[in-house]
């Protein structure tokens, strides 16, 4: 896989599971424009205050073996962000 591929695939189920939602972060701009499942769509044009971070979290981070957070503000997770150990 290259460098910079996605490693979420954008689809229902990983939609339905994103815990963006619930994020301290997520604010009016993200819920107006319907924005979520950052670590697989990318980043948000919307400003974002960190205030914490639920990726870590999330049934998605843990699923794909990611190990960053903010997707919201760095963009799609690739595979430099894949750990190689099991998150728990």
Do not use: W
């Amino acid at each position: 896989m290259a460098q910079n591929s996605k490693v979420v695939p954008d689809t229902e189920e990983n939609a339905s599971r994103c815990r963006c939602p619930e994020c301290p972060v997520y604010n009016e701009c993200l819920k107006d424009n319907e924005e979520l499942l950052f670590c697989s769509r990318g980043n948000t044009e919307c400003k974002i205050q960190k205030r914490g971070c639920l990726c870590l979290h999330c049934p998605n981070e843990i699923e794909y073996k990611l190990n960053s957070f903010f997707y919201c503000q760095k963009g799609a997770a690739t595979e430099k962000n894949v750990s190689t150990e099991t998150l728990k």
